[in-house]
Every structure is written in C-alpha cells, then in structure tokens.
C-alpha cells in the first residue's frame, strides 16, 4: 500500500479531533496512523513499519508526528523522529516526550 502525497489525509484530518483521549499511546498511535491511512486501527499492529509494510514515507511519518505533537500537547524531537522505524517505536518516542514534557512542568 503507498501514500499517496497528493492525498488530502496529510493535513490535519477531521477524525484525528474524535480520537479518544483514554488510549494508551501504543493505541493512540495506532489510531492516527490507520486515520491518515484509511484503515482500521486493527490492522495498524506495533511491529509493522513505516516505510515497508505501511508505504508511508519519511514526510508522511512527520506528518504523523505533528498530529500526535497536537494531540498530546509535546514536542517530538525531529532528530529522533528519523530513527523511528516502527510503530511501537513511534508510541515509545511519544512516551518519552510525554514523560520529558510532563517532567519539566
């Protein structure tokens, strides 16, 4: 499956607001990523990753990154956003971040 650049999902997408705010954050990422792809959170599973089993690029997972940044009122570091490869790596960045941010409060 390929993400379609063009596709209108790389923007802020409506249904990310509905995203239910008790998931754990593995769930949480599971949701925005089958949101931006058009699938069931079901199907989105910790062990795929990004680029080889989801076809979403390196722009599409940045793109995902900001969307979790929204949700969860963080900052994901760019840096580390590059070595995110899998899904469960994503929700393990988020984690940290929350963790980071929720510290420096």
């Known amino acids: 499956m390929a993400f379609d650049l ?3 999902n790389l923007t ?4 990310f607001d509905e995203t239910p705010r008790h998931l754990g954050l593995e769930d949480l990422v599971r949701h925005v990523v089958a949101a931006h792809l058009e699938l069931d959170a079901a199907d989105v599973r910790p062990a795929l990753q990004f680029e080889r089993d989801l076809g979403i690029s390196r722009l599409g997972l940045v793109l995902i990154g900001l969307d979790l940044e929204d949700h969860e ?3 994901l570091p ?9 899904v469960a790596d ?3 960045l988020l984690g940290e971040a929350t963790s ?4 420096r409060r």
């Open 100 to 103: 980071w941010d929720a510290h």
């Open 12 to 15: 802020a997408f409506d249904t």
């Open 6 to 8: 063009s596709d209108a």
């Open 73 to 75: 009122r963080v900052s």
């Open 78 to 86: 760019f840096e580390r956003l590059a070595e995110v490869r899998t």
């Open 90 to 92: 994503l929700a393990r």
